[in-house]
């Protein structure tokens, strides 16, 4: 008994300082949102200093953060909601509904995501541009959507096969229509596979900086882009910088610790359980 | 069984639709270009180009610095996030104390955005004067590093990896915990040291997940952008120019499409010959 409590202590002890290890640069960050500048910059970097609030003020007040925030939550929001549109019915119909097909639509479905992004940076910055879709929240909707969309195909897919086929067929039985049966049996049923689905997207949307990097400049212009913007001149302000990233991540970290295990489903496509 | 007849068709076609229009539309466009005369700022010239963009990409000798700089940017993260991906996931799926709380430190790089880590370790980590690092080398006597002038690739596979080491984590030690614990308990009854286990058993079982971890990270690594756009811009020199951030500079820098189009080919006959093993394996696992 008394080796395997020495043992716990331990892995607890390696464990733990791996953890710390890895979070310290987040933990670092948070810290120097709280410094002033000066204080920020010091050599020998400091621990114990008076904190402030001074810099999440400036931020806040400086007009493009709210603009860069307000965008991040539409865009996200809006190509969330439109890759489920799409995906809910089309996971439904496979879900209880499969034929010959359904394997390979599922596998195609999956190949598109393997089309790496800048295989397509031309064209698709070509299309914006003739459509007028450089710099708007519309633009990078569209394309959260499509590039999100196998992910949420496959993430309904599976959670809709572990909904309880019984009462949908009872459903089906009094007469109900497709649409009654998503709506009123299907949703309840299934709202938290839906609700994790529709977490995991709006993750990968909020930290997407390939698209919002290429296809942005000012006015739609998400916080990956905005945050961006300090590497040049504005670099020099860390504590600023810092207020501003965890002001970016915090929302997107208590969203990731929540559906932890949605993500390597998500991830993976099933393949690792 | 009593069963209404449904149609799926209106059910699934326009997600289908979107996709194969998303898939279909940009290709046929890179394609396109990729044989054309095309630049934004020369619109006069145009016209049928054969096979001189890729001649011209292939025999430009910033194309192979490009290209082994990705090789070896994804050879780096891949080999860090397996190797120490499976040593923390063997040592997470231990019971210790906290250990809910510990995962969930360890797996918060993975949730920051790209341009943010980036910033966080260009600027106050690896800064030469004021970075963190540069403090602690100096507190210990080693001369400080001008991390991204003098180790430009390495720098960029640290953030890299110190992003995605969450993700193998994830993953390995999910695989990891669906192991038997009845196949477990008979080893350490046959008297199997921790070490025997790791490699005879645990080893094994992860192969698969192990093979799933590269597959993925190799198609996310070869778009790897943001991270090189926020701290060396490709440079100094080419030393940090891989394959995505060549075409961006070819196409949205130097406004050149056709060339821009034949790189973009190229990516994606790379990201394509993964995919097909991705998919494969996948493909072993569905059940419809």
Request: some cysteine; overall charge positive.
């Amino acid at each position: 008994m008394k080796r395997s409590f020495n043992k716990k202590i331990v892995i607890t002890l390696i464990a733990w300082s791996a953890a710390i290890f890895m979070f310290f640069p987040i933990f670092w960050m948070l810290l120097a949102g709280f410094k002033t500048e000066i204080d920020a910059i010091t050599t020998p970097p400091l621990l114990l200093f008076e904190p402030t609030l001074e810099n999440y003020e400036a931020v806040q007040q400086r007009a493009n953060y709210i603009k860069a925030a307000t965008n991040s939550v539409m865009i996200s929001g809006g190509a969330t909601l439109l890759a489920l549109v799409f995906s809910i019915p089309a996971a439904y119909a496979m879900a209880f509904f499969p034929t010959r097909r359904t394997r390979s639509t599922l596998l195609w479905m999956l190949s598109t995501k393997m089309l790496p992004p800048v295989g397509v940076l031309v064209p698709v910055y070509i299309l914006f541009r003739d459509f007028g879709l450089i710099d708007t929240r519309t633009g990078l909707i569209v394309i959260y959507a499509l590039i999100n969309l196998p992910i949420v195909v496959w993430l309904l897919y599976t959670f809709f096969k572990e909904a309880p086929k019984e009462i949908l067929e009872a459903g089906r039985m009094d007469g109900a229509t497709s649409r009654q049966e998503i709506f009123y049996l299907l949703m309840p049923l299934a709202l938290p596979g839906v609700a994790s689905t529709a977490l995991l997207s709006i993750i990968l949307c909020w930290n997407e900086a390939f698209w919002s990097l290429n296809l942005t400049t000012s006015d739609a212009a998400p916080l990956t882009a905005f945050i961006a913007s300090f590497s040049a001149p504005e670099g020099l302000f860390w504590a600023k910088l810092s207020a501003a990233s965890t002001m970016a991540i915090a929302p997107i970290l208590i969203f990731g610790w929540l559906s932890q295990r949605q993500l390597v489903r998500g991830l993976t496509f099933g393949a690792v359980k | 069984m009593l069963n209404r007849r449904v149609n799926t068709l209106p059910l699934l076609s326009p997600a289908v639709f979107i996709l194969l229009l998303w898939m279909i539309a940009p290709l046929a466009m890179t394609l396109w270009f990729s044989f054309q005369r095309y630049n934004l700022l020369n619109p006069l010239t145009t016209g049928f180009a054969g096979f001189e963009n890729y001649k011209s990409l292939l025999t430009d000798p910033s194309l192979w610095k490009a290209m082994l700089n990705t090789i070896a940017l994804v050879g780096s993260v891949i080999t860090v996030t397996v190797v120490l991906g499976t040593l923390l996931a063997a040592l997470f799926d231990q019971e210790f104390f906290g250990r809910a709380v510990a995962r969930m430190l360890i797996i918060a790089p993975f949730f920051v955005m790209p341009t943010v880590s980036a910033l966080i370790w260009k600027n106050m980590l690896m800064h030469p004067v004021n970075g963190l690092l540069a403090f602690l080398m100096s507190s210990f006597g080693f001369k400080s590093i001008d991390w991204f002038g003098e180790w430009p690739m390495t720098s960029i596979v640290m953030i890299v990896s110190w992003q995605w080491l969450p993700f193998a984590l994830l993953i390995l030690l999910t695989a990891m915990q669906s192991l038997d614990q009845e196949q477990r308990e008979a080893a350490r009854m046959d008297g199997a040291r921790p070490v025997h286990m790791f490699f005879y058993i645990i080893l094994p079982h992860l192969s698969r997940a192990i093979s799933v971890v590269i597959m993925i990270e190799t198609i996310f690594f070869l778009s790897v952008f943001a991270e090189i756009f926020v701290t060396t811009s490709g440079g100094p020199g080419l030393a940090t120019t891989n394959l995505a951030f060549l075409i961006y500079i070819r196409s949205l820098l130097e406004y050149d499409v056709g060339g821009a189009s034949a790189g973009g080919v190229i990516a994606i006959v790379l990201a394509n010959i993964v995919a097909i093993f991705l998919i494969r394996t996948v493909a072993r696992t569905l059940e419809v």
